[in-house]
C-alpha cells in the first residue's frame, strides 16, 4: 500500500485561503491565540504521527484484529504504544476545555487532524475519537466534582471514554432500552442491563475507561423521555484520581465485523456497577445530543479521511502499473505498456474521488466553523444563526460523506484490477472500514429523516434560510469573475432543484404522512450535491484569484477538478430531483406480504 | 441469516411467460425434447440442492477458507460432499455436448440454476463454473480426441477445469504474457511460466484439474496475436482416461482476498508442465472468446444471484425486526413498535432490489436465448442476428448486473442497521462475495469499453439495430395497452436518451482519441437502464394481461414494482446523458503530476 501522507498544503488552503481561519480565530477571546503559523505547527506535527506511528499498523491491525482474554480486550500489536505517543503529544486532550486541562483548540482544526487520524488507521482513530466525544458529553453537562475527576485524566489520554447507547433490540429506537439505574442512599445509582455495538468497550490501551451509559429509573416515563444518562467508570475512583475496585461492567464478547476489525465493538455487560448521573434526570438524550453535532461531523469525516486515503494508494498504483496503450498513442514506449493514468475511465474514477474529497473537505470546514462560532462567539445572533446551520448542515455530512466514501473507496479499489481484491494490498481493506460509517451514529437513512423531518419540514423551511444566504453570497463572488460562469451556472442550477424539491416536500408531507421518508434518502443526496457545487465556487474563486501567483499548477487543478465535478458529477441533481418529485406512491402501494 | 429459497415462481414466470421457452425450445432440434414440464422438475431439483446442500456451507465456508498444505488446497468442510452431490446429480454436465455425455440442456435453462449457485453459495458456485466454461472451449476447440479422453470426464464432475490467464504483471493487457510453450516431438507442449488469480488452480473436490493456460511459443509473434492456448492435466492421463504422473503444475500459494474465501484463487506455477494445443497456434485469445460470452452473462449472474439473495434476507429482517412506529401511525399496538418494512426508506430500499433483480433475471434470459439461438438455430440469418445481440449485450450484462449487485447487497446489508455489519448475521459477507464481480472476468471498465469501442464505434452504431428493433416490438406491445402508457413512455425516453448518447459518441469517437473511454462507463450504464426499462415494459405487458386471472397479487405486484423502477430508477438516465455529453474534455484535462 503507498504510504499516507497527510495532504498539508490541501488543508492550509482550506483552512487559511478559503475560510481565512486566523481573522476568524482573532475575532473571539478563546481562540485568539491560535495563529496559522500554530495551526500549520500542530498539523505538520499530527501529520508526522499519522504517517509514522498510525498508518504502519494499519494493515496489520487490520489482519490481527482484537481478542478477548478473560475479561480482557488485547488490541493489535502496536495499538498500545501508539495510543500512549498520541496521548504524550496531547492528541487527546486537543479539542478539551482548558478549565481541565485540555488544550482548547477549536473545531476548525481538529476537524484536519480527525480527517488524518481516519486516514492513516480508522481502527485505531475511534479509541481517541470516542474520548472526545465522552468529554464534550461531561464537559457540558456533568458535574464539577465529575469534571475535576474524569475529564482532566481522560484529556492526559490515561483514561478513555465510551457510548454505551444500543441494546440488542433496539439502535435507532432508543425510547425501548431496558438497562436499568437505581438510586443509591449515596447519590449514585447501581447499572444493570446489556449494551452491545460499544465501540472501545474494553481495552488495554489506558488504565481505566469511562463508560457514558443510557438506563432508565425505575420509575422513569416511557420511552425516549425517560432515559437518563451515567457515568460508569471500569475502576472506581476515589475523589483523588486513584483507582479503586473494579466495576461490575464486563465485556461479554467481541463482534466479528466485515472491517474497522482492530477496533473492539463490545457485548457489554452491567451487573449493578456503580455510576453517577450525568444532567438531569430524564434527559439523558438531550444530554447526548449536545455532542452528536460533533460526532456526526466526526463519522462523516471517516468517509473523508478514507476517501483521501483511496485517492493516494489508487493515484500510486494509476503511475506505476502499465497496461495497455494511450487512446493517443504510447507515451512510454520504450516500455511494454503505459501506466494506466492515461486511460480515461482510470481517470474518471480519480478525478471522482478527487472532485469529492476537495469539496468535502471544504464542507467540512464550513460546518467545523459554525460549531465554532457557537462554541466561541460572543454574538449571540450570530451563535443562533451557527446553530441553524449546524442542526441543519449535520446530518448531511455525515451521511453524505460517508456515502461518498463507500463510492469513492470503491473506485480506489477498482483501479487495482484484481489486486484491489487482495487484502495484502490494502484497497479493499478501505472499503470494509469506510463502509461501518454509513451504519453507526445513527445509519444513513435516519440522517435523511432528521434533515428532513426534523429539521426542514418541522421549520416550515425556515432553518435553510442561513444556508441559502451562504449559498447567495458565493453566487455573488463567482458570478463577479468572468472567467467563473460555469460555476455561477452550476451552483444556480443545483439551488434551484434544491428549492424545488424543499417547496414539493413543504407541500406534501402535510398530507401524506409517508412522503418525507419516501423521498428523504434522495433529498440529502440533493442536498449534500448543492453544498459540495457551492464549496466548488468557493474554492474556484479562489484559485482564479491566485491563479497569476507563483503556483499556477495548483490553483489550475483546483479548477480543472472543479470542472470535472460541474460536468460530470452535478447532472446527478436533476435525477434527484425527479425522483423527490414523485413521491411516495411508488414507494408504499406494495402490500407487505407482496414483498 | 434467512434462508435461501429458490425464486421458483420468477423463474417460471420469466422463462415460460415472459419468453415462452417451450414455444422456442420445440422449434429447434436439439432442443427440442425440452418442456415446460422438464424445465420446472430440473429446476425443483436443482432448488433443493441449493437450498439444502450449498446454502448452508456459504457462512462457514467464509469463515473457514482455503488452506494450502503442501502441494494441496484444502477447501472448506462440507464442500467436498456437496461437489459430489452436484456431480452425481448431473450438474456438472447440464448444459454439456450430449455427444460426450453432457445433456445439452439450452442456456434459457441454466441461467436459472447458475442464478440460484450464486445466491446459495458463490464461493462454491465458482468451482463447477469454471468447469462449465473450460468444457465449452474444448468443445468447440479441442481435437476429437481430447474430447474424449477430457470433456466427459469434467461432464461428469470426476475432473475439474481451471482458466489460467493473468501473469503477475498483466491481467486486462494479455498480449504481455510471458509464458512460454516449447513443443515437444510427440506434438504436445512444455510449458512454464507464473499464473495468478486462478480460481479453483487447486482443490480437493476432484481426482483431477484441467487447467486451460495462454502461453506463447518459442517463435510466437508478439502482443496478443501470438498467443496460444493449452490443456495441461493435473495428473497426466492415459488413452483410456487412467490417471498417471503427476504434472509439474503445482499451487505456489493462495490469495487473501475481500471475500469468495471458500473459493482457492491460486497462484499456480507451471514448471515444464506437459500439455496439449486447443485450437489454432497463435489463436488461443480466439479460442477463449468462444466462450467469453457465456462466461461472462454467467459472471453478471453472480450479481443477480446475490442480490436476489441479499432481498430475501432483508425482507425477512425488515418484517421482523421492530423499531419505531409507522408515520401512519402504529400497525403493531400491541407491541413496543412496528416491524421496520412500514418505514418508507426501508421500502424504498427492498424495492430498489426487487427491481433490479426482476428486470435483471428478465435480461438473463433474453440473452440466454439469443446464445441458444446461435447455438441451436439452423435459421442462419437468425443464428446472425443472435449473434450481433449476444456480441452487444453480454458486457452489459456482466456490467451492469454485477454493479447493481454490490448496489443492492449494499442497500440489503444497509436495512440491518448495526447486524448488517456483523459477519454472523450473513449481510456483509454478500457484499464482499459480489465485489469480485466488478472486477473479474474484465473489469466493469473493459466491459464499457468493450461495448462503447469494439462493438458500438466499430460497427458505426449498426449493432445497435437488433436490439433497437427489439425495443420497438416491445413498445409497439406496451403501447396497444392502455394501462400501460407510464411503461410506453418510461421505455420511449429511455431509448430516446440512449440513441441520442449513441450519436454523440459516433460524432465524437472519430476525432477525439479519448472520447470514447472517457464516457463509456457511464454508457453502459445507460445501456443497461434501457434494457431494464424494456423488461419492465415486458414484464408489464404479460402482468396486465394476466391480471384478472386467480394471481392477482402476483401480477399486481409486478406492475407496481414496474412502477417504481419507472419512478425512481429511471431519472437518472437523463443525468447519465449529460455526463456523456460533456465528454472528455475535463476527464484528460489534468497533466499527469497534477494527480
Redo the contacts between chains.
Keep these: 500500500m503507498a504510504d499516507y501522507k497527510a495532504p498539508i498544503r490541501d488543508m492550509l488552503f482550506v483552512l487559511n485561503e478559503l475560510f481565512e481561519a486566523e481573522k476568524f480565530w482573532a475575532s473571539t477571546p478563546h481562540t485568539q491565540d491560535v495563529t496559522s503559523d500554530l495551526a500549520a505547527a500542530i498539523l505538520e506535527e499530527g501529520a508526522k504521527l499519522n504517517e509514522q506511528v498510525f498508518f504502519p499498523l494499519n494493515r496489520s491491525g487490520d489482519e490481527e484484529g482484537c481478542r478477548v482474554e478473560g475479561t480482557d480486550v488485547i488490541t493489535p500489536k502496536g495499538f498500545k504504544q501508539a495510543f500512549k505517543q498520541l496521548a504524550e503529544g496531547g492528541w487527546t486532550g486537543l479539542s478539551g476545555n482548558p478549565q481541565w486541562g485540555g488544550q482548547g483548540m477549536p473545531k476548525m482544526l481538529t476537524v484536519l487532524f480527525e480527517e488524518m487520524l481516519f486516514s492513516s488507521n480508522t481502527a485505531f482513530a475511534l479509541y481517541p475519537i470516542l474520548g472526545f466525544g465522552a468529554c464534550m458529553a461531561l464537559d457540558k453537562h456533568a458535574t464539577d466534582e465529575l469534571k475535576r475527576i474524569y475529564l482532566q485524566r481522560i484529556y492526559a489520554g490515561d483514561w478513555a471514554g465510551t457510548m454505551c447507547l444500543?441494546e440488542p433490540h433496539?439502535?435507532?429506537?432508543l425510547g425501548?432500552i431496558r438497562s436499568k439505574a437505581q438510586p443509591q442512599i449515596d447519590g449514585s445509582y447501581k447499572i444493570s442491563g446489556t449494551k452491545?455495538?460499544i465501540t472501545g468497550g474494553e481495552h488495554d490501551l489506558t488504565e481505566n475507561l469511562i463508560h457514558l451509559v443510557l438506563a432508565k429509573l425505575p420509575d422513569a416515563p416511557a420511552g425516549s423521555a425517560g432515559i437518563s444518562l451515567f457515568l460508569v467508570p471500569k475502576f472506581l475512583v476515589d475523589a483523588q484520581g486513584n483507582l479503586g475496585e473494579r466495576n461490575p461492567a464486563f465485556v461479554g464478547s467481541i463482534?466479528?465485523?466485515?472491517?474497522i476489525k482492530g477496533s473492539a465493538t463490545c457485548v457489554m455487560n452491567f451487573d449493578g456497577a456503580q455510576g453517577w448521573l450525568v444532567g438531569e434526570i430524564n434527559r439523558g438524550l438531550a444530554a447526548m445530543f449536545t455532542m452528536m453535532n460533533y460526532e456526526r461531523l466526526t463519522i462523516g469525516l471517516q468517509g473523508l479521511g478514507s476517501s483521501e486515503m483511496a485517492y493516494q494508494h489508487a493515484?500510486a498504483y494509476?503511475?506505476e502499473r502499465?497496461?495497455?496503450r494511450s487512446?493517443?498513442g504510447p507515451v512510454n514506449s520504450n516500455k511494454?505498456?503505459d501506466?494506466i493514468?492515461?486511460?480515461?475511465?482510470?481517470?474518471?474514477?480519480?478525478?471522482t474521488i478527487?472532485a469529492n474529497v476537495e469539496a468535502g473537505r471544504a464542507f467540512s470546514m464550513y460546518v467545523a466553523q459554525q460549531l465554532d462560532i457557537t462554541k466561541f462567539s460572543e454574538d449571540q445572533a450570530a451563535v443562533k444563526r451557527a446553530e441553524s446551520l449546524v442542526s441543519l448542515l449535520t446530518p448531511v455530512a455525515k451521511a453524505y460523506f460517508s456515502d461518498r466514501g463507500?463510492e469513492c473507496c470503491?473506485l480506489g479499489?477498482?483501479i487495482f484490477?484484481?489486486h484491489?481484491?487482495?487484502?495484502?494490498w490494502g484497497a479493499?481493506q478501505l472499503?470494509?472500514d469506510v463502509?461501518?460509517a454509513?451504519?453507526?451514529e445513527g445509519?444513513?437513512?435516519i440522517q435523511?429523516?432528521d434533515l428532513i423531518g426534523r429539521k426542514v419540514v418541522k421549520s416550515g423551511g425556515a432553518l435553510l434560510q442561513p444556508f441559502v444566504e451562504d449559498i447567495h453570497a458565493c453566487l455573488a463572488q463567482v458570478e463577479s469573475v468572468a472567467e467563473l460562469t460555469d460555476f455561477a451556472q452550476g451552483l444556480t442550477s443545483a439551488l434551484n432543484w434544491l428549492q424545488q424539491a424543499t417547496e414539493i416536500i413543504l407541500v406534501n408531507a402535510k398530507q401524506r404522512?409517508?412522503?418525507?421518508?419516501?423521498v428523504?434518502?434522495d433529498y440529502l443526496e440533493l442536498f449534500g450535491l448543492t453544498a459540495f457545487a457551492c464549496m466548488w465556487a468557493k474554492i474556484a474563486y479562489v484559485a482564479q484569484k491566485n491563479l497569476n501567483t507563483g503556483e499556477k499548477?495548483y490553483y489550475?487543478?483546483k479548477l480543472?477538478?472543479g470542472?470535472?465535478f460541474?460536468?460530470?458529477l452535478l447532472?446527478?441533481?436533476?435525477?434527484l430531483l425527479?425522483?423527490i418529485e414523485?413521491g411516495?406512491?411508488?414507494?408504499?402501494?406494495?402490500?407487505?406480504?407482496?414483498?
Design positions: 444500543t433496539c439502535g435507532t429506537d425501548m452491545i455495538f463482534e466479528h465485523k466485515m472491517g493515484v494509476a503511475k502499465i497496461q495497455g487512446a493517443e511494454e505498456a501506466p493514468i492515461v486511460h480515461a475511465d482510470v481517470r474518471r474514477m480519480l478525478l478527487k463507500l470503491v479499489q477498482q484490477g484484481g484491489g481484491y487482495i487484502r495484502e479493499e472499503v470494509r463502509r461501518i454509513q451504519i453507526y445509519t444513513n437513512g435523511a429523516l404522512p409517508n412522503f418525507s421518508n419516501a428523504a434518502v499548477d489550475q487543478t480543472q477538478v470542472q470535472f460541474l460536468q460530470k447532472p446527478r441533481g436533476a435525477a425527479k425522483s414523485a411516495d406512491e411508488a414507494v408504499m402501494a406494495l402490500a407487505e406480504v407482496c414483498f
